[in-house]
Protein backbone atom coordinates (compact mmCIF):
# COMPACT_ATOMS: atom_id res chain seq x y z
CA UNK A 1 0.00 0.00 0.00
CA UNK A 2 1.34 3.52 -0.96
CA UNK A 3 1.45 6.42 1.33
CA UNK A 4 -0.84 9.04 -0.43
CA UNK A 5 -2.44 11.74 1.80
CA UNK A 6 -4.76 14.10 0.37
CA UNK A 7 -2.94 17.48 1.27
CA UNK A 8 -5.44 19.53 2.87
CA UNK A 9 -4.82 16.60 5.82
CA UNK A 10 -1.25 17.01 5.82
CA UNK A 11 -1.86 20.85 6.04
CA UNK A 12 -4.87 20.09 9.03
CA UNK A 13 -2.53 18.04 10.98
CA UNK A 14 0.32 20.41 10.43
CA UNK A 15 -1.90 23.32 12.42
CA UNK A 16 -2.95 20.96 14.33
CA UNK A 17 0.76 19.91 15.69
CA UNK A 18 1.85 23.50 15.71
CA UNK A 19 -1.28 24.57 18.39
CA UNK A 20 -0.46 21.39 20.42
CA UNK A 21 3.64 23.11 20.22
CA UNK A 22 2.60 26.28 21.06
CA UNK A 23 -0.14 25.24 24.30
CA UNK A 24 2.54 23.17 25.55
CA UNK A 25 5.17 25.73 25.55
CA UNK A 26 2.88 28.29 27.11
CA UNK A 27 1.49 25.80 29.42
CA UNK A 28 4.64 23.49 30.49
CA UNK A 29 3.79 23.36 33.97
CA UNK A 30 -0.38 22.18 33.23
CA UNK A 31 0.10 20.35 30.58
CA UNK A 32 1.13 16.54 31.77
CA UNK A 33 1.64 15.11 28.38
CA UNK A 34 4.86 13.76 27.01
CA UNK A 35 6.34 10.59 25.56
CA UNK A 36 5.17 8.08 27.02
CA UNK A 37 1.89 9.04 28.36
CA UNK A 38 -0.81 7.08 26.95
CA UNK A 39 -3.72 7.70 29.38
CA UNK A 40 -5.68 9.03 26.35
CA UNK A 41 -4.90 5.87 24.11
CA UNK A 42 -8.23 4.11 24.22
CA UNK A 43 -10.09 1.40 21.86
CA UNK A 44 -13.29 2.05 19.77
CA UNK A 45 -12.22 5.14 17.70
CA UNK A 46 -12.38 5.13 14.79
CA UNK A 47 -11.23 7.08 11.59
CA UNK A 48 -12.79 8.79 8.25
CA UNK A 49 -11.34 7.18 5.34
CA UNK A 50 -8.86 9.84 4.25
CA UNK A 51 -7.01 9.21 7.38
CA UNK A 52 -7.35 5.67 7.86
CA UNK A 53 -5.36 5.35 4.34
CA UNK A 54 -2.06 6.72 5.99
CA UNK A 55 -2.83 5.00 9.18
CA UNK A 56 -2.99 1.38 7.12
CA UNK A 57 0.22 2.02 4.77
CA UNK A 58 1.64 2.96 8.09
CA UNK A 59 0.73 -0.33 9.47
CA UNK A 60 2.14 -1.95 6.36
CA UNK A 61 5.52 -0.39 6.72
CA UNK A 62 6.11 -1.53 10.11
CA UNK A 63 8.73 -4.92 10.65
CA UNK A 64 6.79 -7.84 10.35
CA UNK A 65 6.85 -9.00 14.25
CA UNK A 66 5.77 -5.26 15.02
CA UNK A 67 3.03 -5.76 12.30
CA UNK A 68 2.10 -8.86 14.02
CA UNK A 69 1.70 -7.69 17.72
CA UNK A 70 -0.76 -4.67 16.29
CA UNK A 71 -2.99 -6.73 14.65
CA UNK A 72 -2.88 -9.20 17.65
CA UNK A 73 -3.92 -5.93 19.53
CA UNK A 74 -6.78 -5.23 17.22
CA UNK A 75 -9.12 -8.27 18.57
CA UNK A 76 -9.28 -6.48 22.22
CA UNK A 77 -11.47 -3.30 21.19
CA UNK A 78 -10.52 -2.19 24.76
CA UNK A 79 -7.36 -0.91 23.59
CA UNK A 80 -5.97 0.75 20.82
CA UNK A 81 -3.77 -1.25 18.84
CA UNK A 82 -1.35 1.18 17.71
CA UNK A 83 -0.05 1.43 21.06
CA UNK A 84 2.62 -1.13 22.00
CA UNK A 85 4.87 -0.62 25.19
CA UNK A 86 3.57 2.37 25.96
CA UNK A 87 4.31 3.73 22.33
CA UNK A 88 2.34 4.57 19.73
CA UNK A 89 3.69 2.70 16.48
CA UNK A 90 2.14 4.85 14.29
CA UNK A 91 2.90 8.56 15.69
CA UNK A 92 3.64 10.35 12.28
CA UNK A 93 0.13 9.30 11.16
CA UNK A 94 -1.61 9.24 13.95
CA UNK A 95 -5.28 10.48 13.33
CA UNK A 96 -6.38 14.26 13.80
CA UNK A 97 -8.30 13.07 16.92
CA UNK A 98 -5.41 11.53 18.73
CA UNK A 99 -3.68 14.80 17.83
CA UNK A 100 -5.94 16.39 19.75
CA UNK A 101 -5.40 14.28 23.28
CA UNK A 102 -4.35 16.86 25.90
CA UNK A 103 -5.48 20.13 24.63
CA UNK A 104 -8.00 22.22 25.83
CA UNK A 105 -10.91 21.62 23.46
CA UNK A 106 -13.84 23.78 23.18
CA UNK A 107 -17.00 21.91 23.46
CA UNK A 108 -20.30 21.87 21.80
CA UNK A 109 -21.82 23.16 24.66
CA UNK A 110 -19.65 26.15 24.96
CA UNK A 111 -17.60 23.96 28.28
CA UNK A 112 -13.92 23.92 28.06
CA UNK A 113 -12.44 20.18 28.41
CA UNK A 114 -9.10 18.23 28.42
CA UNK A 115 -7.16 15.26 29.43
CA UNK A 116 -7.48 15.15 33.37
CA UNK A 117 -4.28 15.89 33.75
CA UNK A 118 -3.79 18.48 32.23
CA UNK A 119 -4.90 22.13 33.49
CA UNK A 120 -5.47 20.46 37.47
CA UNK A 121 -6.13 23.43 38.78
CA UNK A 122 -9.80 24.69 40.24
CA UNK A 123 -11.44 26.76 37.45
CA UNK A 124 -8.41 26.89 35.14
CA UNK A 125 -9.57 25.54 31.91
CA UNK A 126 -12.77 28.11 31.95
CA UNK A 127 -10.37 31.01 32.28
CA UNK A 128 -7.94 29.94 29.09
CA UNK A 129 -7.78 32.34 26.81
CA UNK A 130 -9.81 31.59 23.76
CA UNK A 131 -6.75 31.60 21.79
CA UNK A 132 -5.22 28.93 23.91
CA UNK A 133 -8.63 26.65 23.51
CA UNK A 134 -8.76 24.42 20.42
CA UNK A 135 -12.31 24.54 19.23
CA UNK A 136 -13.73 21.05 18.43
CA UNK A 137 -16.76 21.60 16.65
CA UNK A 138 -14.75 23.79 13.93
CA UNK A 139 -11.76 21.26 13.88
CA UNK A 140 -14.58 18.29 12.97
CA UNK A 141 -16.35 20.85 10.36
CA UNK A 142 -12.60 21.01 8.65
CA UNK A 143 -12.13 17.31 8.70
CA UNK A 144 -15.94 16.19 7.81
CA UNK A 145 -15.48 18.50 4.61
CA UNK A 146 -12.25 17.27 4.19
CA UNK A 147 -13.20 13.83 4.11
CA UNK A 148 -16.07 14.78 1.79
CA UNK A 149 -14.08 15.62 -0.94
CA UNK A 150 -11.99 12.39 -0.53
CA UNK A 151 -15.18 10.27 -0.46
CA UNK A 152 -16.14 11.85 -4.18
CA UNK A 153 -12.35 11.89 -5.76
CA UNK A 154 -11.85 8.11 -4.39
CA UNK A 155 -15.06 6.93 -4.78
CA UNK A 156 -14.35 4.77 -1.03
CA UNK A 157 -17.37 4.15 1.00
CA UNK A 158 -18.70 7.18 3.23
CA UNK A 159 -18.15 5.84 6.83
CA UNK A 160 -15.82 6.07 10.02
CA UNK A 161 -13.73 2.57 9.95
CA UNK A 162 -12.41 1.73 13.22
CA UNK A 163 -8.72 1.79 14.25
CA UNK A 164 -9.26 -2.01 15.08
CA UNK A 165 -10.55 -2.67 10.95
CA UNK A 166 -7.24 -0.42 10.22
CA UNK A 167 -4.73 -2.63 12.26
CA UNK A 168 -6.28 -5.77 10.74
Same mark, same amino acid.
Given at each position: ??????? $?????? $???????? +????? !?????? /???????? /???????????? %??????? &???? +??????? +????? =????????? =?? @? /?? *? !?????? *??????????? #? =????????? @????? %???????? #????????? @???????????? +?? $?????????? $? &????
Amino acid at each position: MTLEIHP $SLVELR $SKVDDFMV +RVQSQ !YPRDMA /CQAGCSSC /CQGGLSAFPVEA %GPMMAAV &ESLP +RELRDVV +RKQSE =DAAHCPFLV =DE @N /CV *I !YDQRPV *ICRTQGLPLLL #E =DGSVDSCPL @NFTKA %GQRDALPH #EDVLNLKSL @NFLLSMLHSVHV +RQ $SGQADRRISF $S &EIAG
